[in-house]
């Protein structure tokens, strides 16, 4: 384990990055920064207000009204600006986002790539708002739809994604012509507001809306202050199956729409034809990268019998001499885990799995450190998927099933209650196209011989069941930031009824 660096040392790195941004820190004691580099605070911060939080809502919605009309080549232009600006700040940008969340310096540098990555296809995708033409039953009929602004969107967003993900709604968003109000995860608070004030001075810069986006600095009080105003046409949520519970049905019962993004419990399938040293640096990357905390994470590794203990020892090999310490430091592949409850969750999940007949192989110590909650990343060998394999533990975590016909390994990999990723290693290409057909996996991503993390923004991302159904970043997701109008013209001079129904 490397050495860390101090936290006032980590408190210098990240006022110089906010200093170059030009941003100024609210200060007070309603909320803090902290790092889980050492677990220590940084800084106190003052919160937005529920009234602010109101207030803000009602500009964002008036804004919305002069932007809807703004062409949206237009608004595309403040995006491309937004870009410009993120590529200007990659850096510091990626300094607080390894300050607040932990992630390696390549990982906090792919983030923001991931938030230059959309705003590029937004600009392309504000030329491209492509309604059909549809072939009317009725002569001289133009039947056509056509897609509108929305409204004010609320993006209430997780840590560990504390950047890319608000980028991917609020880029597509905007040029959707829709306003952004935005309740980031209390603990990478420093992210938020250095990514907003890029964005206001984008804003500034090309001359759209101030009150365009609002940024809501508070706890989950005010996200539920969000999820039940009127004024926002669409909650896109992301974060943890327990929060969808809470906010879907709440958005529900006043006829909002949701976009939700929640939990995952990823799995990939090493059949016997796989090239294993293929699947053994996927592996790796995807389970114990990010310390085990993207919602794509792999979580069970489900490897036919064949190669199992083969494929098992290489990993052991590897987690033996996985880098484990300050996220900053070139050599380390696994920073700090969120929280010490993040750590705790680790090691109750681990327990439970011993319980049930699991064997732990690799891992799975937390290492013995001042502050921050770093632990060696953890497989699991386990006789059966128990209740814990089919929960999300938000660490890395690895549970290694072996099955012996493909059926069989369908069967576990989509007998789980969330449905966001996976993939399989293998080279008989039917078993592949059997894998992403109707009855393979049944998660809304599906891979074949890379990993189940790591995604490109041209793809809609999202998954199935307890994911929650939402697709957010590229593809046609825009659509869910729209509203789809349907025409009928008739340039005729007749008045003919639909279904030749005869009246008057
Ligand atoms: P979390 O659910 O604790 O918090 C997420 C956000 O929701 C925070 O901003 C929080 O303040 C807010 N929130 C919580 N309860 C709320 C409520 N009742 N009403 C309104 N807002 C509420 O999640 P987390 O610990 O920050 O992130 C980890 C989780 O997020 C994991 O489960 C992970 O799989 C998931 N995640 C999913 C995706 C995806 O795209 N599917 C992406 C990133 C993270």
């Not at 990626?94 to 992630?103: P, V």
């Not at 602004?149 to 905007?174: E, H, K, R």
């Not at 984008?202 to 940024?215: D, M, N, S």
């Not at 203990?309 to 592949?333: H, M």
Request: some cysteine.
């Amino acid at each position: 384990m490397s050495f860390l660096p101090t936290t006032q040392q980590l408190r210098d790195r990240a006022q110089a990055a906010l200093d170059r941004i030009g941003v100024t820190v609210p200060e007070g004691d309603d909320l803090h920064a902290r790092s889980p580099i050492t677990g220590e605070r940084l800084f106190g911060l003052r919160a937005t207000t529920t009234e602010q939080a109101g207030q803000a809502i009602g500009e964002a919605a008036e804004a919305f009204r002069t932007w809807r009309v703004t062409p949206p080549p237009a608004r595309g232009e403040l995006v491309r600006t937004l870009g410009e600006l993120l590529r200007t700040h990659k850096s510091d940008l990626a300094d607080l986002i390894t300050i607040e969340a932990g992630k390696i310096r390549s990982e906090a540098l792919g983030e923001v790539q991931e938030m230059i990555d959309i705003c590029e296809f937004a600009v392309g995708l504000s030329r491209q708002l492509y309604g059909r033409t549809i072939a009317s039953e009725r002569p001289g009929h133009r039947l056509a739809e056509t897609w509108h602004p929305l409204g004010v969107v609320g993006v209430i967003s997780a840590f560990n994604f504390p950047a890319a993900v608000w980028s991917w709604n609020t880029a597509v968003a905007l040029v959707c012509g829709d306003a952004v109000v935005w309740k980031p995860s209390e603990l990478t608070p420093l992210v938020s507001l250095a990514s907003s004030h890029l964005l206001d001075r984008a804003i500034e810069q090309v001359g759209a809306p101030r009150e365009l986006h609002r940024l809501l600095l508070a706890d989950r009080a005010v996200g539920e202050q969000l999820v039940d105003d009127p004024r926002v046409a669409l909650v896109s949520a992301t974060g943890s199956t327990r929060m969808g519970r809470e906010v879907a049905p709440r958005v529900a019962a006043r006829f909002g729409r949701v976009l939700l993004e929640l939990g995952g419990n990823n799995a990939t399938v090493v059949a016997p034809s796989a090239d294993l040293e293929l699947a053994l640096s996927g592996i790796v990357f995807a389970a114990a990268g990010t310390a085990g905390q993207r919602c794509t994470t792999l979580r069970r590794l489900i490897v036919h019998r064949d190669v199992v203990d083969q494929l098992v020892e290489k990993l052991a090999t590897v987690y033996g001499r996985l880098p484990i310490g300050d996220p900053f430091e070139d050599s380390t592949l696994v920073g700090p885990l969120i929280t010490d409850s993040a750590a705790d969750a680790m090691a109750a999940a681990l327990e439970r799995a011993q319980a049930d007949g699991g064997k732990i192989v690799a891992g799975g110590r937390r290492l013995d450190t001042a502050g921050g909650a770093y632990v060696e990343p953890a497989i699991v060998r386990m006789p059966r998927q128990s209740p814990i394999v089919r929960t999300e533990t938000f660490a890395p975590i690895l549970y290694v099933l072996t099955y012996d016909t493909f059926e069989e390994a369908v069967e576990l990999h989509n007998d789980v209650p969330q449905g966001l990723s996976s993939s399989i290693f293998t080279r008989d290409q039917q078993e592949a196209e059997r894998f992403l057909a109707a009855d393979g996996s049944d998660c809304g991503i599906a891979n074949v011989n890379i990993g189940t993390s790591g995604a490109e923004i041209g793809g809609a991302f999202g998954g199935e069941k307890e994911t929650g159904g939402g697709r957010e970043s590229g593809s046609d997701a825009w659509r869910a930031y729209m509203r789809r109008a349907t025409n009928t013209v008739n340039y005729s001079s007749t008045l003919s009824l639909a279904q030749n129904v005869s009246f008057l």
